[in-house]
């Protein structure tokens, strides 16, 4: 008996010490809760704000349902789009703000004055938030990557490009003035450098004014009048915002100055659709703006799991494998709609 139970007790005691000796309970390579990621967000649900320039744009509109389809893919984002219906710095300012005081876990900015929204960056960093840029970027130190549609230098090229084409090509001549959203708008003034540095390639083009137009469709139609009555040999009008374009076409429809002006610039193709159609317009640039949205999800998924880095790739759903060069996620270029393709595109 008393071996009986001497054995027992060994038995038990082996027990418990291979359960204490065992390994932690391991997944399958298949089983994809198995996968670590690194960050202290890794798996959970996160909340990430998309933040436009300016809310009720069709663009951000369009880059806000792309935005919305990667979260619902992805399952584990909450997406809040919300911004200044009003394109006010300061507004922007205020959600960024309101966004740091409840602890969301990613801030995404298309940041239409940088050095008025920088500082609230800068705050929403130091809370522990990812910020990261869209659409435009901002200084460095404010955000940790930006989600970037194509280089400056691609855009500025393209426009150039095109507006030479539709003036017949590189005998191109006359006057070319471009009409921008806000003076301190830094993506389009990276854009203009570049415009500028291309211009030389058209010796016969000659930039004579950029004016602004504040994100408004009204000041830009009467911006683009203005240049039309300033300058009589005006035959180009580089429109490089989404507001800015149909109000810049829209100048030269009604002032019967279509076939003499072109405009060229940069909008939905759902926005310049009847003016390319109608020949006011021969040539849109653009991105598809529901993959940049779609993209920034993914990039915002992965800033808050600790998983993108400088220089590396991004897993982005339907999107496949986007190359991060330093710390901008590249979504791959521009699309030039002309009316022989803009009728295949619906955003």
């Known amino acids: 008996m008393k071996i009986q139970l001497s054995l027992l007790s060994l038995a038990a005691m082996a ?3 291979t359960a204490g000796c065992s390994s932690p309970e391991t997944k399958s390579a298949g089983d994809p ?7 202290p967000s890794a798996g959970k649900k996160i909340t990430v704000c998309l933040l436009p320039k300016k809310k009720g744009v069709p663009y951000f509109t369009s880059c806000s349902e792309g935005a919305e389809e990667a979260a619902k893919e992805l399952g584990n984002v909450e997406l809040i789009y919300d ?14 703000d309101q966004w740091t005081a409840q602890g969301v876990d990613v801030i995404a900015v298309s940041p239409n004055d940088p050095a008025v929204l920088g500082p609230a960056m ?5 809370a522990g938030i990812k910020v990261i840029t869209w659409d435009a970027d901002s200084a460095v130190d404010t955000r ?9 230098e691609e855009i500025g090229n393209s426009l150039v490009d095109s507006m ?6 590189d005998k191109a001549a006359g006057d070319v003035a471009i009409v921008t959203a806000t003076l301190t708008a830094a993506n389009q003034n990276e854009w203009i450098k570049y415009i500028k540095a291309r211009l030389p390639k058209y010796p016969g083009l000659h930039l004579v004014a950029t004016k602004p137009s504040n994100e408004d469709q009204k000041l830009a139609f009467s911006v683009t009048q203005d240049l039309t009555k300033a300058y009589p040999n005006l035959k180009g009008v580089f429109a490089i915002s989404s507001v800015a374009f149909p109000g810049a076409a829209e100048a030269i429809k009604q002032g019967g100055m279509t076939g003499k002006v072109f405009v060229t610039g940069l909008s939905t193709p759902n926005d310049m659709r009847n003016y390319v159609n109608e020949g006011v317009v021969k040539s849109v640039i653009l991105w598809n703006t529901k993959d940049l949205g779609y993209l920034t999800v993914y990039a915002a998924r992965a800033a808050a799991d600790g998983v993108l880095k400088a220089d590396g790739t991004l897993k982005a759903g339907r999107l496949g494998e986007k ?12 699309i030039t709609f002309t009316k022989d393709n803009i009728a295949q595109y619906n955003f």
């Open 33 to 39: 809760k198995a996968e670590t990621t690194g960050g």
């Open 144 to 152: 940790e990557f930006l989600v970037n549609q194509a280089t400056a």
């Open 15 to 17: 027990a418990l010490f």
């Open 323 to 334: 190359k991060v060069v330093g710390d901008n996620v590249m979504l791959g270029g521009t």
């Open 164 to 169: 030479a084409k539709d003036l017949g090509g």
């Open 83 to 96: 911004g200044p219906t009003s394109g006010d710095a300061a507004d922007a300012v205020k959600l960024i």
């Open 122 to 126: 800068k705050r929403a960093r130091d």
